[in-house]
Each structure stands twice: as structure tokens, then as C-alpha cells.
């Protein structure tokens, strides 16, 4: 199979959403159509990927958003991460000989972050009530939607994990999963929906959703509480940012992994690609030496803000970026960089939405890995995620497992703003893909004058394992005279075509165009969705 085909840029002036599935993106555009704004837009997207989508994506899981507010030119941040729960800690594993998690353990599911980060976002950002918001995805669970194919395969690879829990049928057909085209429904998602429109936060961290997470997890060895559940909250911390040749791009600060993106970018900031072809031997090696040295820091540093130090103003100054850069052998690959000293003495979907009036929206929402750990509440019709296997087990670990912490998160949005006006929401999903897909997306659209499709379309690296020291694959479009080169280089290389090219990621970009107001949106070929506008 190949992905990639030629798609043209989407245009638009009175508002744009981009997301993953066709779907969800005309789920958000109906949002904006009846005077909603980005922020409502992006939760509506957020909910209809949970019906559509939900091998990726979930209210189970966890969210993060960057708003742009274009009254203020102010950029705003939210948290929408759940914690580990009270009783869980290393010790209470190591007492039960338990000494590394596995990655679909009933111990990896932390409380699930995103339905209050719904929530939140309408009441912070939005202009709508939630009931008005959530309408269209309690429509497609309801009614049914035609499943698509990148999904559907996904979903039929992710059996296992809904037979890792008692209730899997609630998200299979007969016990297979849905077929490419095929109508599949799901009321008990449209239920929980429903109540959690009714009731707000506590529609699902109380009553009878909260009920029966902490029922199936206990049945499965859990400690989660109700407790757990009622006690979670989102958090806003305002975004961090770096300026990179002209453009400021702005992350969510730590637990998320952000900052890698910044921190590369100023590694890069003093790089000249001018007359160097994109995807060459030079450009890639480049690019992919900065993230090499970035994940030997974030890797590290990158934990719970609120329950340990985290140096974040000193990793993104450009003093250290200076440092680091020392580190960048323009003709050898440094693998296994270690960690500085920045102080003296870590399967998802991305989305956007923009609206006529340039209001923006970046959100990402996930379950981690596929559905999560597959488990599913009884009656509630969505899987719970697997977030910390994020956690470090060493206790010498600044993102060491602990109570009530939250793990090394690696979904990131991200959104770029120029001389204070917006620019684009964009985001690349999945894993440790993500700060490097955000980096090759700007260098792509800055260096390369690309504009959003161009820049998603282009073929990408990626360290598999966000690692110093990582492989690094490549798309079949680089081709295997770039491909020898690097690896002649020392860079341990891995060539990738067909169904492999989803570790690439799957991004989304809506550039608006600040003297006329035009919204240019792109959408990645490695996934099923689109851009839409109006």
C-alpha cells in the first residue's frame, strides 16, 4: 500500500477544521456553521474522533490544547492529563514482585484527563453549551457511521487489546472488528456523552461512569478510587515558546514533551538550508542530529512539573541551545548523546480549527497506545489508556512512578504565531514522532517556503524510540542513495514504505493568511482524513 497521492491545499475564509477522519472534520465545520468558534469546533472533533476513530483516540484517555485568542493576540494553554491514582506507587508493585510494567497493565491506566479537558475547554475558550457541542458525535455513535479503512485495520490489529478487559464486545461486530464501509453504532458511547452534557465533569468523573472505571479496574487488580476520580483537574499553564528565524512557535510546557520541539529549533536556528535540497543526506542528517540531542535532555528532565523540579526556562534559552549545538557533528552521526547540565551549578490524534473571526484551536487527544489497554467500562462504550507506561519505575527517575503524578506525556499540539498574529495550529500524532514531526513541519514551511499540504506531504525521519541513540527510519521517498548515505554516516537506518509509513505520523495544519484572512488547510495522506472549510 502507498499513502502518499497528491492533494491539493484546502481554502477557506469564514472558518477550517483538520482532523484525521472526514467525518469529524465536517462535525467541527457544522460546529462554526451554527456560530460556534474554534474551541467548540475542536471539541466537537474531539468527540466525533472518539466514535470514529476510537483505535486512536478516546474519552478515556487524555487531552492538551493551545488556543489563540484573536481579540488579545493571546496564546492560552490547556492540560487535560489525568493522574496515577493514590494507592499506586513503586512500592506497592515492588511488594507485589512486580518490577516493570507491561504495557497494557491495568496498572498503566491513569485517571483519564479528557472529558474534564472537554469540559473545560467550551467553558474557558468556547462559546457554546457542551449538549450543542457534543450533538453531532452523539449523532454518529447513535445512528452509525461507515468505518474507514485506515481505521479499520487498526481496529482489527487491536482485537487483543479490547480481549485484554470483560467488555470488548462493546466495540466489535459479532467479535470481529467493523470492516472498511461498514455501518458500525456504538449507543453506549452516546450515552456517556450525553450525561457528561447534562452534567458536566461530574457526568463522568461521578455517578455511574466513575462507577463502573473503578469496577472493572478493581475486578482486574487496580487500585483507582472514586476518590481518584472526583479529586482529577485540569490544569492551564500558560504555553513556552521559542522563536525560530522570525516565527514564534508555542508548546504545552512539561509533563508534555514539547519542549523537544523548541529545543531542536534553536539547535537548528543557526543552520543555513538555503541551496540545500530538501530530503539530501545534509538536510536530514541536520534535523535529525538536533532531535538526537534534544530526547538525551527531555528524555530525562521531562516529568510532573508539580511534584518535581523541571529546568524548562533554561532547556529552551538559546544560551543552551548554544551549548548543545557544539554537540552536532555536520558529517558523523553522535548517537547516544548523553544528557547536560541545563541549569548552573516522552497512536493518537491531532487536530485543528480555525474560525472566520482567527480564533485557533490546536488539540491532541489520545489513548496512547492504539485503544489504550483496552479495557472498557461496562456500559460506557470507550476503551481506558495506558498513559502511564509513561512512568519510570527507577526511583532515582525524575519521571518515577509516584502517587497522584503525572506521567512523561508525548502528545503535543502545537501553534506558531508571527510578529503576534496568528500564523497556523498545526500538530504530526503519534508518540515520539510528535516533536519530531513538528520540527520538520516548520523547517519544512520556513526554510522550504512549503505551504501546509506540501509540508505534510514531504517525506519524514523519525528516531523510533525517542532516544538519543535510536534508530531512524525513513520513508521510501527519501530514496536509497540519501538512505546509504546516512547510514555511511553512523546513522543506523531503517527504509519504511506501505502500512509501516503510520509511525510517521499524521498532522494537520491550517495557515491563516494575515492581510486577507484566507485559512489554507492541509491534512496527511498517511491518514483517512481531510481538511474542510467554508
Known amino acids: 500500500?502507498?499513502?502518499?497521492?497528491?492533494?491539493?491545499?484546502?481554502?477557506?475564509?469564514?472558518?477550517?477544521?483538520?482532523?484525521?477522519?472526514?467525518?469529524?472534520?465536517?462535525?467541527?465545520?457544522?460546529?462554526?456553521?451554527?456560530?460556534?468558534?474554534?474551541?467548540?469546533?475542536?471539541?466537537?472533533?474531539?468527540?466525533?474522533?472518539?466514535?470514529?476513530?476510537?483505535?486512536?483516540?478516546?474519552?478515556?484517555?487524555?487531552?492538551?490544547?493551545?488556543?489563540?485568542?484573536?481579540?488579545?493576540?493571546?496564546?492560552?494553554?490547556?492540560?487535560?492529563?489525568?493522574?496515577?491514582?493514590?494507592?499506586?506507587?513503586?512500592?506497592?508493585?515492588?511488594?507485589?514482585?512486580?518490577?516493570?510494567?507491561?504495557?497494557?497493565?491495568?496498572?498503566?491506566?491513569?485517571?483519564?484527563?479528557?472529558?474534564?479537558?472537554?469540559?473545560?475547554?467550551?467553558?474557558?475558550?468556547?462559546?457554546?453549551?457542551?449538549?450543542?457541542?457534543?450533538?453531532?458525535?452523539?449523532?454518529?455513535?447513535?445512528?452509525?457511521?461507515?468505518?474507514?479503512?485506515?481505521?479499520?485495520?487498526?481496529?482489527?490489529?487491536?482485537?487483543?487489546?479490547?480481549?485484554?478487559?470483560?467488555?470488548?464486545?462493546?466495540?466489535?461486530?459479532?467479535?470481529?472488528?467493523?470492516?472498511?464501509?461498514?455501518?458500525?453504532?456504538?449507543?453506549?458511547?452516546?450515552?456517556?456523552?450525553?450525561?457528561?452534557?447534562?452534567?458536566?465533569?461530574?457526568?463522568?468523573?461521578?455517578?455511574?461512569?466513575?462507577?463502573?472505571?473503578?469496577?472493572?479496574?478493581?475486578?482486574?487488580?487496580?487500585?483507582?478510587?472514586?476518590?481518584?476520580?472526583?479529586?482529577?483537574?485540569?490544569?492551564?499553564?500558560?504555553?513556552?515558546?521559542?522563536?525560530?528565524?522570525?516565527?514564534?512557535?508555542?508548546?504545552?510546557?512539561?509533563?508534555?514533551?514539547?519542549?523537544?520541539?523548541?529545543?531542536?529549533?534553536?539547535?537548528?536556528?543557526?543552520?543555513?538550508?538555503?541551496?540545500?535540497?530538501?530530503?539530501?543526506?545534509?538536510?536530514?542528517?541536520?534535523?535529525?542530529?538536533a532531535t538526537r540531542i534534544a530526547f538525551a535532555d527531555t528524555r530525562w528532565y521531562v516529568a510532573d512539573p508539580d511534584v518535581v523540579h523541571v529546568p524548562i526556562k533554561e532547556l529552551i534559552s538559546k544560551e543552551y541551545a548554544a551549548e548543545r549545538r557544539k554537540l552536532l557533528n555536520p558529517e558523523r552521526a553522535t548517537v547516544d548523546v548523553q544528557r547536560g547540565s541545563p541549569v548552573a551549578g516522552s497512536d493518537t490524534v491531532y487536530f485543528c480549527a480555525v474560525d472566520g473571526e482567527g480564533n485557533a484551536c490546536s488539540f491532541i487527544n489520545s489513548n496512547y497506545a492504539g485503544f489504550g489497554t483496552g479495557i472498557i467500562p461496562r456500559g460506557c462504550g470507550f476503551t481506558l489508556q495506558n498513559r502511564g507506561s509513561g512512568f519510570s519505575l527507577d526511583p532515582e527517575h525524575p519521571n518515577r512512578l509516584e502517587p497522584r503524578k503525572r506521567p512523561y506525556h508525548t502528545i503535543i499540539p502545537g501553534m506558531a504565531t508571527l510578529d503576534g498574529g496568528l500564523y497556523a495550529p498545526f500538530g504530526v500524532m503519534g508518540g515520539f514522532m510528535q516533536p519530531q514531526g513538528h520540527v520538520q513541519v516548520i523547517v519544512n514551511m520556513v526554510d522550504y517556503g512549503m505551504g501546509p499540504q506540501e509540508a505534510l506531504d514531504a517525506p519524514r525521519y523519525c528516531i523510533t524510540d525517542g532516544t538519543s541513540g535510536g534508530k531512524v527510519s525513513l520513508e521510501d521517498e527519501v530514496g536509497v542513495q540519501v538512505m546509504s548515505q546516512l547510514a555511511s554516516m553512523g546513522h543506523d537506518v531503517v527504509p519504511c514504505s506501505g502500512w509501516a509509513r503510520g509511525a510517521f505520523g499524521r498532522g494537520q495544519i491550517i495557515r491563516r493568511n494575515p492581510d486577507t484572512g484566507v485559512l489554507t488547510g492541509g491534512s496527511d495522506p498517511r491518514a483517512d482524513g481531510c481538511a474542510v472549510g467554508w
Open 1 to 289: 500500500m502507498k499513502f502518499n497521492s497528491r492533494r491539493s491545499p484546502v481554502y477557506g475564509t469564514h472558518g477550517m477544521v483538520a482532523s484525521s477522519q472526514p467525518l469529524a472534520s465536517m462535525a467541527g465545520l457544522r460546529i462554526l456553521q451554527q456560530g460556534g468558534n474554534a474551541a467548540d469546533a475542536a471539541v466537537a472533533v474531539a468527540a466525533a474522533l472518539n466514535v470514529t476513530e476510537p483505535t486512536s483516540t478516546g474519552i478515556g484517555g487524555d487531552c492538551f490544547c493551545i488556543f489563540y485568542d484573536a481579540k488579545s493576540g493571546r496564546v492560552r494553554g490547556l492540560n487535560g492529563s489525568g493522574r496515577a491514582p493514590a494507592g499506586l506507587s513503586i512500592e506497592y508493585l515492588t511488594d507485589r514482585g512486580i518490577t516493570s510494567l507491561n504495557r497494557f497493565s491495568v496498572h498503566t491506566v491513569t485517571v483519564p484527563g479528557a472529558a474534564a479537558g472537554w469540559v473545560d475547554t467550551i467553558d474557558r475558550f468556547g462559546t457554546m453549551p457542551a449538549a450543542s457541542v457534543l450533538a453531532p458525535a452523539v449523532e454518529l455513535a447513535e445512528k452509525g457511521f461507515p468505518v474507514s479503512p485506515i481505521t479499520a485495520r487498526a481496529w482489527d490489529r487491536g482485537i487483543p487489546q479490547l480481549r485484554n478487559g470483560p467488555h470488548g464486545d462493546e466495540l466489535l461486530i459479532g467479535g470481529r472488528a467493523p470492516r472498511a464501509g461498514e455501518i458500525m453504532r456504538n449507543p453506549n458511547l452516546a450515552r456517556t456523552f450525553r450525561e457528561l452534557a447534562e452534567h458536566g465533569k461530574a457526568g463522568y468523573y461521578e455517578g455511574r461512569v466513575a462507577e463502573e472505571i473503578v469496577k472493572v479496574l478493581g475486578d482486574m487488580g487496580g487500585t483507582m478510587t472514586l476518590g481518584d476520580l472526583k479529586a482529577h483537574r485540569t490544569t492551564f499553564p500558560d504555553p513556552v515558546s521559542t522563536n525560530y528565524k522570525g516565527l514564534d512557535v508555542w508548546e504545552i510546557p512539561p509533563n508534555g514533551q514539547g519542549i523537544t520541539a523548541l529545543m531542536a529549533l534553536n539547535i537548528l536556528e543557526e543552520f543555513n538550508f538555503t541551496g540545500v535540497p530538501h530530503a539530501s543526506a545534509k538536510h536530514l542528517h541536520t534535523l535529525i542530529e
